[in-house]
């Protein structure tokens, strides 16, 4: 496939006769465009979260979350810079709500995924009812449903964004709206409903979904964490993962949403896994611990708060310095529902 032609004068003039008529010899690009393998031109990149921080608190004093609609430092990864995204198919950002500001109500096509980073008092509405946030929740909002945040506390609320807007903007399929009245949608639900229709290990009757996420929107991280050290007391250690669970939709089994995976980790202190690499370009979040992945040749270190970036088929291996927890995100549920996802393990 990486085959090189010699160009003579005469194909160059016929290739700029093509050009005249939009058209190319496939010929010349045909080792780019039909690569053996993922070269991203995505690189591993670190946000160090006290640098990121204090420059959200900058952008507290200079824009309200009412004015800016949603006031969110993108994460623009330094190999495509320009185009905000994290990685080609993921855009991920950190958002800040001030004590009794309101980010107003919208919906739009893109499905975002939320991971609380600090704050407490701050609150997602979806669907009718309000979702408290506490630091290590996983929140969902699902595509075209409205959400509007708030925040009820007396300190900063601070969570990384995921959304799939690179996904919906490849099909150019976005469409987005404002709520018809007023900037907080209508309150509808008690909260902790999807908590206890969907979320108790059980079901309504034949229930039926009305879209392709889970109809649960909130999953708390103070569960997510019993479970993964009750699993890390018992269970020997993923050599690559340590103890790794993927959050579901508890409708179908499934991921939680048709075109992103998120995941929870657990590594024991001096955990040190073994290199695998995968098709899915993953954005991890620091929730506890500290340590070092290595990315394909860079050495990221890191601690809580911190974002880090593993691009496509580079390989990754973590290690703990101490007990650690890492929330993970990537579009691993679209690759598979298209049949694209792979996965290595490498033995070093
Ligand atoms: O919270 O609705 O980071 O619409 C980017 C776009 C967050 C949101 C982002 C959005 C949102």
Redesign the pocket.
């Known amino acids: 496939m990486e085959r090189l032609q010699e160009e003579t004068t005469e194909r160059l003039e016929f290739y700029q006769r093509l050009d005249g008529v939009h058209a190319a010899p496939l010929w010349a690009v045909l080792s780019q465009l039909v690569r053996p393998e993922p070269r991203s031109r995505c690189v591993p990149h670190k946000w160090d979260y006290a640098g990121m921080r204090s420059l959200l608190m900058e952008a507290g004093g200079l824009i309200t979350a009412k004015e800016a609609e949603?006031r969110?430092l993108v994460l623009e990864n330094p190999g495509i810079r320009g185009l905000s995204q994290i990685t080609q198919s993921l855009?991920s950002?950190l958002?800040l709500i001030l004590p009794g500001e309101i980010?107003p109500s919208?919906r739009?096509a893109a499905a975002?995924m939320r991971l609380i980073v600090e704050g407490g008092g701050g609150y997602t509405a979806v669907n009718g009812e309000r979702i408290p946030m506490a630091p290590g929740d996983f929140i969902l909002?699902p595509s075209w449903t409205y959400?509007d945040?708030g925040n009820l506390g007396d300190e900063p609320v601070i969570w990384l964004?995921g959304?799939d807007l690179p996904i919906v903007n490849l099909f150019d399929a976005s469409f987005a709206q404002t709520y018809p009245s007023g900037d907080v949608q209508e309150i509808t639900r008690l909260a902790g409903d999807a908590q206890a229709r969907y979320g108790s290990n059980m079901l309504p009757p034949e229930y039926v979904p009305d879209n392709k996420s889970s109809p649960l929107f909130h999953y708390p991280y103070a569960r997510v964490k019993e479970a993964l050290l009750q699993i890390g007391g018992a269970d020997k250690l993923d050599p690559c993962h340590g103890i790794k669970l993927q959050y579901v939709n508890p409708v179908t089994g499934g991921y939680p949403m048709p075109t992103m995976a998120a995941y929870m980790q657990l590594l024991t202190a001096g955990f040190s896994g073994r290199p695998s690499r995968s098709t899915d370009a993953t954005v991890y979040n620091v929730c506890e611990g500290a340590g070092v992945t290595l990315i394909g040749n860079e050495r990221i270190e890191w601690s809580m708060g911190d974002v880090f970036i593993a691009p496509s088929w580079n390989t990754v291996a973590h290690q703990a310095s101490e007990r650690s927890v890492l929330f993970s995100f990537s579009d691993r549920a679209a690759q598979k529902a298209l049949g694209l996802w792979r996965e290595e393990r490498l033995n070093d």
């Open positions: 949603r969110v855009y950002g958002q980010a919208h739009h975002a909002t959400h945040h964004d959304l």
